[in-house]
């Protein structure tokens, strides 16, 4: 089992950048895919990005790509989120996601363990 912390969210001009950071507990975190997804009020969590298990794979959402860099450090059990050029629409609670094993899929059903979320809010 792993828990998850999020930090690093807060408010941010458009254009602006943030990075996020996501902190596991446990000694196995090579072994989890890792994943951010977000949910802005009134519609449903959607993928952001994903990383393998070695770092060495990435996926990112359409909306997302090019501007936004997912990475992940085993030896300090953590993984990121750099977010450059936001935009009002990225305005979302983010969500770090676990799932052990291989990447798969974009779908939240495939994560097992979940951060508390970290605010972000992008103003026009």
């Known amino acids: 089992q792993v828990q998850l912390v999020e930090s690093g969210g807060g408010l941010v001009q458009s254009g602006g950048s943030l990075r996020l950071s996501c902190a596991a507990s446990?000694?196995?975190?090579?072994?989890?895919?890792m994943a951010w997804f977000r949910q802005a009020p009134g519609k449903e969590r959607e993928f952001v990005a994903a990383?393998?298990?070695?770092?060495?794979?990435?996926d990112y959402a359409d909306s997302v790509k090019g501007r936004f860099t997912i990475s992940r450090d085993n030896a300090k059990n953590t993984v990121y989120l750099q977010m450059n050029s936001l935009k009002h629409e990225d305005t979302a609670v983010y969500y770090c996601?676990?799932?052990?094993?291989?990447?798969?899929?974009?779908?939240?059903?495939?994560?097992?363990?979940w951060g508390q979320g970290t605010q972000v809010t992008v103003s026009s």
């Open positions: 996601a676990a799932r052990p094993g291989t990447m798969t899929g974009s779908s939240y059903r495939r994560y097992d363990y």
């Open positions: 446990g000694r196995t975190f090579s072994s989890y895919t």
């Open positions: 990383i393998n298990r070695s770092g060495g794979s990435t």
